[in-house]
């Protein structure tokens, strides 16, 4: 149980983390004049970060043989993390934080009853079930009560 409170409260930092990300990057795309610089500069930065803690923390590089050999589309986590930047930093300013923030959650929330359902990716199979359902309706419910004027 305690393993898993650390994951609970690392899920619970990186939902702030990732909500924080978005006006942040709004504000550097105004700094900037462009969206998609701003997207960029994100992922440049977060990328020296990266290597910087994969250093500090002796994470084992892996080898040529093991990139060579990954199916191609698991390479499309990065295409779609620059999709979701770019598309955070444009959709902010027009629905502000907490609309879109929501909208991201739900949507989200959504595709990853579809790959439990389906077992995609090689996860395991979880039946979208009635009590599913409901939660998924509570979080639409909350979607019309958050943007309501």
């Known amino acids: 149980m305690e393993k898993n409170i650390i994951y609970i409260l690392l899920a619970i930092f990186a939902g702030i983390v990732v909500t924080l990300q978005g006006p942040i990057n709004v504000e550097l795309g105004k700094s900037l004049g462009s969206d998609y610089w701003a997207a960029l500069a994100s992922f440049v930065i ?3 970060f990266l290597i910087l803690f994969m250093v500090i923390t002796g994470q084992k590089a892996p080898t040529f043989a093991q990139f060579v050999n990954t199916s191609w589309w698991k390479y499309l986590g990065a295409i779609t993390g620059a999709i979701y930047v770019l598309s955070v930093i444009t959709i902010i300013p027009a629905l ?9 959650m739900f949507s989200q929330l959504v595709m990853a009853m579809i790959i439990d359902h389906y077992g995609l ?26 943007n309501r004027k």
Do not use: D, P
Not at 96 to 104: D, P, R
Not at 126 to 131: D, G, L, M, P
């Open 96 to 104: 502000g934080v907490g609309f879109a923030t929501i909208l991201l």
């Open 121 to 146: 990716f090689g996860y395991a199979v979880k039946t979208f079930s009635f009590e599913r359902m409901i939660g998924v309706a509570l979080m639409a419910a909350g979607i019309f009560l958050i």
């Open 46 to 48: 977060g990328t020296i």
